[in-house]
């Protein structure tokens, strides 16, 4: 089950940052990076956002947590992140799939490290194509993909 989450509350902010710090440890390591900022962020990071959050939920637990940032004239999918023991289960698809129901843009975005073979499969699955690669001030090799929605 997908939810939109309240963020601003300090309990689900907390539920939201340990799924990020669990899914995001092993995506540095597949990225094999020292210094991953993704897990440096703060609690209040999360709380403060301005961004949107939804979860998916195994039974009653958080399983998987999709962070949007609505722009103007597109969506961008600023994390995706499942926890590992629910690693291949379609929950990142189905996070994907309710993106493009939700939000009605022309554009939408998201970005990897490139060395994340299953978060770029699952993009290109979904229908975005590669737009750039690009190196971060942290050392690591990123990709963004880009799906353009036609009316």
Known sequence: MIKK???RNRTTSEDIRA????SYAVEAELLQATDFPPLKRPLEAFTNSDNQFFGYYMKD???AVMEIDKKTASVHIQSLVVQPKYFRKGIGRKLVAHA???YQTP???VETGLA???ATQLYLQMGFSKALEYDTEHGIRKVRFEKV???
Request: aromatic content about 14%; hydrophobic content about 40%; some cysteine.
């Open 149 to 151: 929605c036609s009316d």
């Open 61 to 63: 637990e958080l399983a």
């Open 116 to 118: 994340n073979e299953p």
């Open 19 to 22: 799924v990020f710090q669990i």
């Open 100 to 102: 493009f129901e939700q």
């Open 107 to 109: 554009l939408f975005t």
């Open 5 to 7: 989450l309240t963020h």
